[in-house]
């Protein structure tokens, strides 16, 4: 009895588990969809809107490729040429790459016998292996009609199509540590905008507000402008279909226009009271660089001034002085005696600026921004990337060309 109970158990759980297994590989195809009788499967994974030339016998195209087995193992990827018809790839690969506008993607899986047969390539393809390939075209030369390329492509639609219907790309990207919201569905956000056509032209500019996620803009536009600090500036090129669609808006907008915007996020508003504005963010990062920003590069504090002057360092002047250089931190990273003239390109812009005005033995602090510094790249081993730098100076002599003497 107990022999015939555990016999039944183990029939049942042989069962569960042929279920499980039907149910996990329920679709799966180890030929990939091909066969000896159907050579070739062609999946289009992407379709531009407008095609131009299509490819054909006697073009000579140009694309991308990933190509792999049926298990996934990338075996080859990159760019290649060929002449369709000329015998220059696999059978497949010339199949399967007609029929193609530029910018087209498709998904090819090619039998071994329009491959690389029974025999495969020793160490890279595998007897009777089934190839699938990734391709983009990206370009068709054709006898006696020209070259038509992705670039050529692009420029008429902006990069969007019915597929794709948004292109973003952030121009500016605040600090991290200074962005205390990122905006999203709900948020009430303010931007400064200016919106134009493919062609350049500005058919709107201003200021905006709108709550994200509640139908007050342009899908395309409550799309583009979430994910954005308050700072940050972004390009959103947008397709037609979620802009004015194929009518447009009558003396304004034309049919089935791609719009582009270039827009700045300057304040976002949350339903829980957080608030963010641009102004907040330009006080913020003023005091983290010490007092000074891209609008205002130099900061000076007047630590000691004479009360007799003689002459006032002006252009041209030959002007003399102690220094002692420092981070925000308070680090040093040098200090000494220096002596330059004036407008002459003898100094970083900061300290040409920051040191005129000045009697022998007035003291200064000069606080730099990086753009009248070392800038983005800074001084290798001594001044760090997009450092802000101060100076305490001390004049010990002005000297003035004779010429200029003499019109005083």
Not at 4 to 25: F, G, K, P, S
Not at 105 to 115: G, Y
Not at 370 to 380: L, S
């Amino acid at each position: 009895m107990h022999r015939w109970r555990l016999l039944a158990t183990v029939v049942a759980l042989l069962t569960i588990n042929t279920v499980i297994a039907d149910e996990e590989y329920a679709g799966y195809d180890p030929t990939g969809g091909v066969s000896k009788e159907k050579k070739i499967k062609i999946e289009d994974t992407f379709k531009m809107d407008d095609c131009g030339m299509v490819s054909n016998e006697d073009d000579t195209i140009h694309w991308n490729y990933k190509g792999y087995l049926l298990d996934g193992h990338v075996f080859d990827e990159g760019k290649f040429t060929a002449t369709l018809g000329h015998h220059h790839v696999i059978t497949g690969v010339d199949v399967g790459m007609r029929g193609l506008c530029v910018g087209d993607k498709r998904k090819m899986t090619i039998h071994s016998d329009w491959a690389y047969g029974d025999n495969g390539i020793k160490g890279t393809i595998p007897e009777k292996a089934t190839l699938i390939f990734d391709v983009e075209l990206t370009s068709i030369e054709r006898p006696g009609s020209g070259v038509e390329t992705l670039e050529d492509i692009l420029k008429k639609t902006g990069g969007v199509s019915k597929t794709n219907k948004i292109k973003l790309e952030d121009i500016y990207k605040v600090d991290a540590e200074t962005c205390k919201l990122q905006s999203q569905e709900d948020d009430t956000i303010h931007w400064n905008y200016k919106g134009y056509l493919l062609d350049g032209h500005v058919f709107d500019e201003g200021k905006f507000i709108a709550k994200l996620g509640h139908h007050q803009v342009i899908t395309g536009v409550d799309v583009g402008m979430r994910g954005l600090c308050v700072g940050d500036k972004r390009k959103m090129t947008i397709h037609s279909d979620w802009a004015y669609g194929d009518n447009g808006i009558k003396g304004t907008i034309p049919e089935k226009a791609t719009l582009i915007f270039d827009v700045e996020l300057t304040s976002i508003e949350r339903a829980d009271g957080q608030k963010q504005t641009l102004e907040d963010l330009k006080e913020q990062v003023i005091n983290k660089m010490g007092g000074v920003s891209k609008d205002n590069k130099l900061k000076i504090d007047i630590t000691h001034a004479v009360k007799d002057c003689e002459i006032r360092s002006q252009q041209d002047d030959t002007i003399y002085w102690n220094y002692k250089g420092t981070f925000l931190d308070g680090s040093e990273f040098h200090s000494g005696d220096f002596y330059a003239t004036l407008g002459h390109g003898h100094v970083i812009e900061g300290v040409d600026k920051g040191m005129r005005d000045l009697c022998t033995g007035d003291k200064r602090r000069l606080i730099i921004h990086p753009d009248w510094a070392y800038g983005d790249e800074g001084r290798p081993g001594s001044i760090p990337p997009k450092s802000v730098l101060v100076f305490d100076v001390e004049v010990t002599d002005v000297k003035r060309p004779d010429s200029r003497k003499a019109e005083l």
